[in-house]
C-alpha cells in the first residue's frame, strides 16, 4: 500500500516562507503525477502545484512566482517552498500522488496545516 507523508506545516507570519515535506513510500517514479492540494476552511480542494515523472511543474496563478515543487529522487520525496505567505493561503496541505496504472490509482497523505496569521 503506498503512503505518502507530509510534514512541515505550521504557523508564519504574512511574508514568511514554509517548506512542506512529502515522502512516499517507494519511488517518486512510481508516479505519472505528484503534487500538493490544499483545502481552506469551508472551501472545496484545490491544486496548488504539480511535478510529472518527466520533471513538467505546474502550478495554480495564485501561488506562482511564490511556491516552488520539487524533487529529491533519492529521498523519494516532494517538496514545496512556499515564500511569501498570505493569509489566503491558509488551508490544511495534502500531497497526492497519481499512478501510471490504468485505471489510474490515487493516492493522499493525511494534511499537513499551514496557517498564515500576524
Known amino acids: 500500500q503506498v503512503q505518502l507523508a507530509e510534514s512541515g506545516g505550521g504557523l508564519v507570519q504574512p511574508g514568511g516562507s514554509l517548506k512542506l515535506s512529502c515522502a512516499a513510500s517507494?519511488?517518486?517514479?512510481?508516479?505519472?503525477?505528484m503534487g500538493w492540494y490544499r483545502q481552506a476552511l469551508g472551501k472545496q480542494r484545490e491544486l496548488v502545484a504539480s511535478?510529472?515523472?518527466?520533471?513538467?511543474?505546474n502550478y495554480a496563478d495564485s501561488v506562482k512566482a511564490r511556491f516552488t515543487i520539487s524533487r529529491d529522487i533519492a529521498k523519494t520525496a516532494v517538496y514545496l517552498q512556499m515564500n511569501n505567505l498570505k493569509p489566503e493561503d491558509t488551508a490544511v496541505y495534502f500531497c497526492?500522488?497519481?499512478?501510471?496504472?490504468?485505471?489510474?490509482?490515487?493516492?493522499w497523505g493525511q494534511g499537513t496545516q499551514v496557517t498564515v496569521s500576524s
Open positions: 517507494e519511488s517518486i517514479f512510481t508516479f505519472r503525477v
Open positions: 497526492h500522488a497519481r499512478s501510471f496504472a490504468l485505471p489510474p490509482q490515487y493516492y
Open positions: 511535478i510529472t515523472s518527466g520533471g513538467t511543474t
